[in-house]
C-alpha cells in the first residue's frame, strides 16, 4: 500500500471536510419529512408515492454502504469521498431543479449515490488523520456534527418552507458542498493500495440485492404488516441471497466483506453492541411521538422541539465522552453509556397520562445522553481494531449495522408495542393509535421494559468479554512466568 507519512497537523481541516459532508448529509436527511406535504400539493401526487422521495434515497444510501466502503478500501478513501461528495452536491441542485415527482426521486437516487461514497468513509478517514491516542476525540466529533446537523436540519427546513420553495432544502447543500470538496482536495491524505486488488463484483451485487430485499420487506412490513406475501417473498429473498453472499465471501481473496474481521473478539463483540443501541433508541424514538400526540395531545410542533432533547444531549455528552475514552479507556465509557441507557428505558417506563413537558424532557435525558456517551468509544474499538487496509470496510459495516438495528428496532419493538396495546384495549380495536389513552400508556411502558431487557443483555455481553480478557491476560501471565 502507497502510505505516505501522515500528517497529524492537518487532523482540524481533514475535519472540517469529514464535518461538511455529514453536515449536509444529516441536515438533509432531517429535514426532507417536513416537505412531503408540500410535494403532494406541488405535484399533485398521493402519499404513497411521495414518501418515495425518502425511501429512494434512504435504501440507495444504505445497500451501497458497504460497497463504497470496499471501494475506499481498494482505490483510495480520497478518490471516492471526493467524488461522492461532488455527486452528491450535483444531485442535490438536479433534485431541487425536478420538474415532476419522477424527476425528483431520480435525482435523489443519484444524491443518494454519492452520500454512500462519502459517509461510508467518514470515520475511516477521520481515524486516519489522528493519532491513536485521540482517536475518541474524532469520532466523538464526529458524533457531534450529527447531532447539530439533526437539530438544525427541522428548523432550517420548517423556514425554508415557510419564506421560500421547497427547492432551496436542496439548494442549500450547494455551498457546503462547493466549500467542502476543496478543503478536502487539499488535505485529506491520498492512501492507495499498492499493486491491482481483484474486486468481489459478485460479492458486492449479492448484498446489494440481498439489503435492498431486506430493506424493502422491512419498509413494506411496518406498512403492510409482516404476514403479507410480498413482504415474506422479499424476507426470504434476503435471506437466500444473503447465504449466497457469505458463501461467496469466505471465498473471495478481496470480499467486499472481511469475514475475518469477526474472529477478533473486540470487534464482533462491539458491533454486537452497537446493533442493539440502535434496536433501543430507534425502537423508544419510534414510540415517543404516538405518546405525545395521542396520549398527551401534542401538536406536532410541539413534538418536534420535545424530541430536541435527544439530539442535544447526544450531542453534548459524544464529543466530551471520545475524549475521556482517550484518556481512561474505551469500556468504562461504554459500560457508563449502556448504564444511561438501561436508566433511560426505566424512567421512561414511568410515563402516564398527566407527565409534564419537564418529566418527559427528564425522563429522556438518559437515553440521548447514554448514546453520546456509549457510541463514541464503542466507534473507537472497532475502527482501532481493524486493519489499516480494512478501514473503509469496517466505517462502512457501522453503517450497515446502524441500519439494520433501525430497521430491527422498529420491527421488534414497534411489534411488540401495537401487540400489548391490542390487548388492553380490549376487544373492537384494530389500531393500536386509536385504542384508548390508558390502553397507549401501559403498552408504551411495557415496550420501554422490552428496550431495558435489550440493555441488559448488552451489559451481559459486555460482561463476558471483560471476563474473557481477564482470563486471557492471566493465562498468559501464567505462560510468561513459567517460562521465566
Not at 475535519?15 to 405535484?43: D, H, K, Q
Not at 461532488?86 to 449515490?113: E, H, M, Y
Not at 414510540?287 to 418536534?304: A, D, K, T
Not at 480494512?390 to 421488534?412: D, E, K, Y
Request: some cysteine; glycine content about 10%.
Amino acid at each position: 500500500m502507497t502510505t505516505p507519512e501522515i500528517d497529524y497537523s492537518r487532523k482540524w481541516f481533514v475535519m472540517a471536510a469529514v464535518g461538511m459532508s455529514t453536515f449536509l448529509e444529516t441536515i438533509e436527511s432531517s429535514s426532507i419529512n417536513l416537505a412531503l406535504p408540500t410535494l403532494v400539493r406541488t405535484f399533485n401526487v398521493d402519499f404513497a408515492m411521495v414518501q418515495w422521495v425518502v425511501l429512494a434515497s434512504v435504501l440507495t444510501q444504505s445497500a451501497l454502504m458497504l460497497v463504497m466502503g470496499r471501494l475506499g478500501d481498494t482505490m483510495g478513501k480520497k478518490r471516492i469521498f471526493v467524488t461522492g461528495f461532488a455527486v452528491a452536491g450535483i444531485g442535490a441542485v438536479l433534485s431541487g431543479l425536478a420538474p415532476n415527482i419522477g424527476w425528483l426521486i431520480a435525482f435523489r437516487v443519484v444524491q443518494a449515490t454519492g452520500l454512500a461514497m462519502a459517509m461510508a468513509l467518514t470515520l475511516g478517514i477521520a481515524t486516519e488523520a489522528f493519532p491513536p491516542n485521540e482517536r475518541g476525540k474524532a469520532l466523538g466529533t464526529v458524533g457531534a456534527i450529527v447531532s447539530v446537523g439533526i437539530i438544525i436540519g427541522p428548523l432550517l427546513g420548517g423556514y425554508i418552507l415557510d419564506y421560500l420553495s421547497w427547492r432551496w432544502l436542496f439548494f442549500v447543500n450547494l455551498p457546503i458542498a462547493l466549500l467542502g470538496i476543496p478543503i478536502a482536495l487539499a488535505y485529506l491524505p491520498d492512501t492507495r493500495p499498492g499493486g491491482r486488488q481483484p474486486f468481489d463484483y459478485v460479492g458486492s451485487a449479492l448484498f446489494f440485492v440481498a439489503f435492498f430485499a431486506l430493506l424493502l420487506a422491512t419498509t413494506y412490513g411496518q406498512r403492510d404488516g409482516y404476514g403479507q406475501p410480498l413482504v415474506l417473498a422479499l424476507l426470504a429473498a434476503a435471506g437466500v441471497l444473503g447465504v449466497a453472499f457469505l458463501l461467496v465471501e469466505r471465498r473471495h481473496s478481496h470480499p467486499v466483506v472481511d469475514l475475518k474481521l469477526f474472529r477478533i473478539r473486540a470487534f464482533s463483540v462491539n458491533i454486537s453492541l452497537r446493533f442493539i443501541s440502535f434496536i433501543v433508541y430507534v425502537g423508544i424514538s419510534l414510540l415517543l411521538p404516538f405518546y405525545m400526540e395521542n396520549v398527551l395531545g401534542y401538536e406536532p410542533r410541539q413534538v418536534g422541539v420535545v424530541l430536541t432533547a435527544l439530539p442535544i444531549f447526544f450531542g453534548l455528552t459524544a464529543p466530551f465522552a471520545g475524549s475521556l475514552a482517550d484518556r481512561f479507556g474505551t469500556r468504562p465509557l461504554a459500560l457508563a453509556g449502556l448504564l444511561f441507557f438501561l436508566v433511560g428505558c426505566i424512567t421512561l417506563s414511568t410515563l402516564n397520562e398527566e407527565t409534564t413537558p419537564l418529566g418527559l424532557i427528564l425522563r429522556m435525558i438518559p437515553l440521548g445522553a447514554g448514546l453520546g456517551v456509549f457510541q463514541s468509544p464503542n466507534n473507537s474499538v472497532i475502527m482501532g481494531v481493524a486493519p489499516a487496509d480494512r478501514l473503509g470496510m469496517a466505517s462502512s459495516l457501522l453503517s450497515v449495522v446502524r441500519t439494520i438495528g433501525r430497521s430491527t428496532g422498529i420491527a421488534i419493538i414497534g411489534a411488540f408495542w401495537v401487540s400489548r396495546v391490542l390487548v388492553y384495549a380490549g376487544a373492537g380495536f384494530v389500531d393500536a393509535t386509536a385504542a384508548p389513552a390508558a390502553a397507549q400508556v401501559i403498552g408504551t411502558r411495557q415496550a420501554f421494559w422490552l428496550a431495558g431487557a435489550f440493555i441488559v443483555l448488552a451489559l451481559a455481553l459486555t460482561g463476558w468479554d471483560w471476563l474473557r480478557e481477564r482470563q486471557e491476560a492471566q493465562s498468559q501471565r501464567l505462560v510468561s512466568e513459567g517460562g521465566g
